[in-house]
């Protein structure tokens, strides 16, 4: 996944948000979104084929964690553990000893960012430039393909309109369409505001825009889906957590849709 923002207790009826693209060839194998299970645990999300795990899911548990690249062209450890297989595993059940391995063990650049649905804590872990890690509070965080929220435009606009959308709507419909809409566009930032990462201007520009769709010889490379995240509070107490995820083809057309909720009763209620 290569674009993501959260939103932590930003909202008394929606104290979770989650807006994201994945971006990746489409010549790598995907399962979509989908109820499967991972070292003993049912998990919520879609499947990496290729090398297994999963860039982003969930758990009945009301825990979630997501997986994104950091850009570092020219870098790369062959035969690296598979950065989608921490994932599936802290959702597990693994705890502070998964991250002092992330800290240990060599991998290609990866931000990784667990969160509680209740919207109550966060955490964010990369291995680059260095490991390191960051405490998720309250507010609007975002990740990209560096370090948490650098401030690359397509992340900004991101944050702001999750932001926005909260704060401009208390239905579900609605700020399912405006979330949609943010992750949609796909006007290229200026040249003025694009990072330098180390690759080609031309290639900044396509990458720039929350969107992406690039054809070159390696294949068709751009956003495979969009996933949105939504935890509802309800009047009994419980959370209602809303996973949608919409996939595109080769083309940037919408390719499917699959929309799946669950009730999960807050720690105070059934207390």
């Not at 999300?45 to 009301?62: C, I, M, V």
């Not at 597990?92 to 998964?98: Q, R, S, V, Y």
């Not at 955490?123 to 401030?151: C, E, M």
Request: glycine content about 10%; overall charge neutral.
């Amino acid at each position: 996944m290569c674009l993501a923002a959260i939103a932590l207790q930003q909202s008394e009826r929606f104290p979770f948000v989650l807006a994201s693209n994945r971006d990746e060839f489409f010549h790598r194998d995907a399962a979509p979104l989908a109820w499967w299970t991972a070292g003993g645990a049912e998990l919520l999300g879609g499947r990496d084929l290729s090398a297994g795990g999963t860039w982003l899911a969930l758990n009945r548990a009301g825990r979630l964690a997501f997986v994104t690249n950091v850009r570092e062209p020219g870098r790369v450890l062959t035969g690296a553990p598979s950065r989608g297989e921490l994932v599936p595993r802290w959702l597990a059940g693994g705890a502070d000893a998964l991250f002092d391995e992330m800290a240990a063990v060599p991998r290609n650049g990866f931000n990784f960012i667990t969160a509680e649905l209740s919207g109550a804590a966060g955490r964010w872990f990369s291995n680059r430039p260095q490991p390191q890690q960051r405490v998720l509070g309250r507010g609007v965080h975002g990740v990209s393909n560096a370090a948490l929220d650098t401030p690359w435009p397509k992340l900004v606009a991101l944050r702001q309109q999750l932001s926005d959308a909260l704060a401009g709507t208390s239905g579900l419909a609605t700020l399912r369409e405006h979330l949609f809409d943010a992750l949609s566009q796909r006007r290229p930032a200026p040249d003025a505001e694009l990072p330098a990462t180390g690759i080609a201007l031309e290639r900044e520009r396509q990458l720039s825009s929350a969107f992406i769709r690039i054809e070159g010889e390696a294949g068709v490379y751009g956003t495979r889906c969009s996933t949105l995240v939504i935890v509802e509070a309800t009047r009994s107490g419980s959370h209602r957590v809303h996973m949608v995820e919409r996939r595109f083809d080769e083309s940037g057309a919408i390719g499917g849709e699959t929309a799946l909720a669950f009730d999960r009763v807050s720690a105070a209620a059934a207390g």
